[in-house]
């Protein structure tokens, strides 16, 4: 189901914003779905409802079994509903026995100054993170070339050090015995 999409003009007075996440077992075919999808569409319209937008997220795995289901195909639905037929929306959604699970959550509304000040908040934090990253990688590679200049200063010992250095040793574990 391709995303859908509707705009508000007014609003009344005693309507929430809502959002309903449900999910329909996957006993059922994409083409069987639509009937599912649209009854509910059908519901929160005739108790006054306007749909705001639609969307079908597909088939996921569930987290875990429900009702002997391991997959489910979600859905999102956003709307305004007067707030006392919510229940009525919620029992409906419940007593249906093709919807697995549901969620009606209450959604608010942000003006557009919350919406740019979102916006800019979140370009400034990708560019402190960015920048941040960019630090990380100098000093990664700062911290790379003193170690490969040690392992060059590292001077050569001969073989006749060695044993001489081996011999001291040798001769000092000898007089502890």
């Known amino acids: 189901m ?16 809502y959002e309903l996440v449900y999910l329909i077992a996957n006993k059922f075919s994409e083409n ?17 409802g306007l749909i705001i937008q639609e969307e079908a997220w597909g088939k996921q795995k569930l987290a875990y079994p429900i009702k002997g289901f391991f997959h489910a195909y979600y859905f999102l639905i956003e709307f305004d509903l007067p707030r006392e037929n919510i229940n009525k929306l919620n029992n409906y959604l419940r ?27 979140t370009q400034k934090m990708a560019e402190e993170q960015a920048k941040a990253m960019e630090e990380r990688e100098g ?13 060059k200063e590292t001077k050569k010992v001969s073989i006749e050090e060695l044993d001489e250095k081996l011999n001291k040793i040798l001769d000092d574990t000898e007089s502890l015995l």
């Open 2 to 17: 391709p995303k859908k999409e509707t705009v508000t003009e007014a609003k009344e007075p005693n309507t929430q914003r």
């Open 32 to 48: 069987e779905l639509e009937p599912i999808t649209s009854a509910v569409v059908k519901f929160i319209k005739d108790q006054g």
């Open 139 to 151: 000093r990664v590679v700062k911290h790379k070339a003193p170690a490969e200049t040690k392992e």
């Open 95 to 121: 007593l249906n026995e093709d919807i697995l699970r549901h969620l009606v959550t209450q959604k608010r509304i942000k003006s557009a100054e919350e919406i740019a000040n979102e916006k800019r908040a």
